[in-house]
């Protein structure tokens, strides 16, 4: 077996990595070193079914990161311990670190409990894919929660139209709209920007568009988001919100943040 697969394998989702990496200023690949397991004295709190080691590692390759990073690099690690008290065998594994600058040189701050994950080839992959969606140009902004909904009738029954507005982090204009016509299943999309035009589409499942919203909007349309609607308006709003989270179906997050 081979260093590599000892790293306690994972089943991180892509919400679950893009949660990490959208927290993480710091990405590196690193091969560890050196491990030091904590006297209970010297590791502070620590949950029941950890223990806190101490990991010096070898920077093979940096992700991400403005400062760049010091070839050799040192962290506190809360790693899990099987039924017989063991810990996994990490010495000379590969890993990516989720990580912020320390206090000190060399020194880095994972940035969740389980912010250490196996550095495979295609996780290495699916990092680099991610963090370049997070910092590109057009990156979709993050989500905080729905505002106005709107809807109009058509002039024939089953026809219709809701857009409803969300709330971002820095301003930018989201919105969904949902399109009905009789005989017909109704249609939706996402439009980033003031306009919204054919070129609007649902987004593709497993992309940062659809995390933003997947892992983001509530599960149903709140009481304030049609607040200046009619009741059978307001209904019809909430009926379209339904298509739309139906579509995105579930985030997929498996992790706790820690």
Not at 26 to 52: F, M, S, W
Not at 137 to 143: E, G, K, L, N, V
Not at 146 to 154: E, K, P, R, S, T
Not at 251 to 258: E, F, I, Q, S, V
Request: contains cysteine; proline residues 9%; hydrophobic residues 45%.
């Amino acid at each position: 077996m081979t260093a590599r697969s000892r790293v306690a394998a994972t089943a991180l989702s892509y919400a679950d990595i893009v949660d990490l990496a959208d927290n993480a200023p710091l990405v590196a690949h690193v091969r560890i070193r050196n491990i030091i397991t904590l006297k209970p004295e010297q590791a502070g709190d620590v949950p029941a079914g950890y223990k806190r080691l101490f990991i010096e590692g070898d920077v093979t390759g940096l992700i991400r990161g403005e400062a760049g990073i010091t070839p050799l690099v040192s962290w506190l690690y809360d790693a899990p311990i099987d039924a017989r008290g063991k810990l996994p065998k990490l010495k000379k594994a590969q890993v990516i670190l989720f990580a912020r600058p320390g206090s000190r040189p060399g020194q880095i701050q994972l940035v969740a409990r389980d912010a250490q994950i196996p550095a495979t080839p295609a996780e290495i992959d699916r990092v680099k894919g991610i963090l370049s969606a997070l910092v590109a140009r057009d990156a979709p902004p993050r989500i905080l929660g729905l505002g106005d909904a709107f809807h109009v009738a058509g002039t024939v029954a089953g026809e219709g139209e809701t857009q409803i507005f969300l709330r971002t982090e820095n301003g930018d204009p989201v919105s969904l709209s949902i399109l009905r016509r009789p005989g017909e299943p109704p249609r939706w999309a996402v439009a980033l920007g003031e306009i919204v035009d054919e070129a609007a589409r649902p987004p593709v499942p497993g992309s940062l568009l659809w995390y933003r919203l997947a892992c983001a909007l509530p599960p149903a349309l709140p009481a304030r988001a049609v607040r200046t609607l009619s009741v059978q308006d307001a209904e019809a709003a909430r009926a379209d919100y339904r298509v739309v989270i139906e579509a995105l179906g579930r985030c997929g997050r498996t992790r706790t943040p820690a």
